[in-house]
Each structure stands twice: as structure tokens, then as C-alpha cells.
């Protein structure tokens, strides 16, 4: 197991997630632009309104995405004995990365969720350890290992 490779994934995953949502943004606001020289109608107009509000939703989640970078490039990942951020925790179903969210993912055969220490499932592993149990929701968890 090698941490320094999850952090490589999830900082490889970010980058690609900013670099298509700008380009989402570059597509989306050249529906924006509209030839003054056309010939507009109300459509035309609707779909400028739909195009400029979907550019303002896409440069939100760019901006949450960089963010995300920023909290990875911030996290401490040395070794944890405990659920903290910087760790990645072990459980029979997932392996959780904690201080930064991420989609799930696969390696080396196991699966991988970065969750926030705003999270509600973070509230109930924090300062957990091996051998420790919490629940969150219907599910329950035993942790196997803490990296």
C-alpha cells in the first residue's frame, strides 16, 4: 500500500475534472455569444439565458474542484494510528481517504471514497482505530487498518 499512489490518483482525478470542466465553461459560453449580425429570435435569447446560467453553475464546481486541490496539496499524508485527515482507513467494504472528497475509485482491487471532515460519516470515525466499529446510517464498519 502506498499512499504517496492515492494521493497521486486523486491529484491525477482533480486535475482531470478541472481541465474538462474548462473546457465545459469554453463550450458553454461560446453559446453565450450571439452574432448580432444573425437574425435573433426569443429562442435564441432563451437558450443565451440557459447557456450563461449553466457557465455560472460549471465555474462554481470549478472552483469547488480547486479547492479540493488546495486540501489535497495541504494534506499531511505520514502515517496515523487514528482516523484523522491525512489518513486512509481500511474497512471490510471501503477505504476511505479523509480530507478530501473524491469520487469513488478503484485500486489495487479496493475501493476508495475521499470523504470531508465535514462529513457526517467523519463524525462518527474520527479518532477511531484498528479493531475499532462505528455505523453511519444502516451500515456498519469495522476498521481493518489506518495508513
Known amino acids: ?51 450563461a446560467d ?3 453553475l460549471l465555474k462554481h464546481q470549478l472552483s469547488d474542484v480547486q479547492s479540493q486541490l488546495e486540501r489535497l496539496s495541504a494534506l499531511n499524508f505520514s502515517s496515523k494510528s487514528k482516523v484523522e485527515p491525512g489518513a486512509i482507513v481500511h474497512t471490510h467494504e471501503f477505504s476511505f481517504v479523509i480530507g478530501v472528497v473524491t469520487t469513488p475509485f478503484l485500486m489495487d482491487e479496493k475501493n476508495y471514497i475521499g470523504i470531508s471532515t465535514d462529513a457526517a460519516i467523519y463524525r462518527e470515525m474520527k479518532e ?17 487498518e489506518i495508513l
Open 128 to 144: 477511531k482505530k484498528p479493531g475499532d466499529a462505528f455505523s453511519y446510517g444502516i451500515n456498519h464498519y469495522n476498521i481493518i
Open 54 to 56: 449553466m457557465v455560472q
Open 1 to 51: 500500500m502506498n499512499k504517496e499512489k492515492i494521493k497521486e490518483i486523486i491529484l491525477s482525478n482533480l486535475n482531470q475534472s478541472i481541465e474538462d470542466l474548462k473546457e465545459q465553461i469554453k463550450s458553454q459560453s461560446e453559446q453565450v455569444d450571439l452574432d448580432e449580425n444573425d437574425t435573433l429570435d426569443p429562442e435564441d435569447f432563451s437558450h443565451q439565458n440557459e447557456a
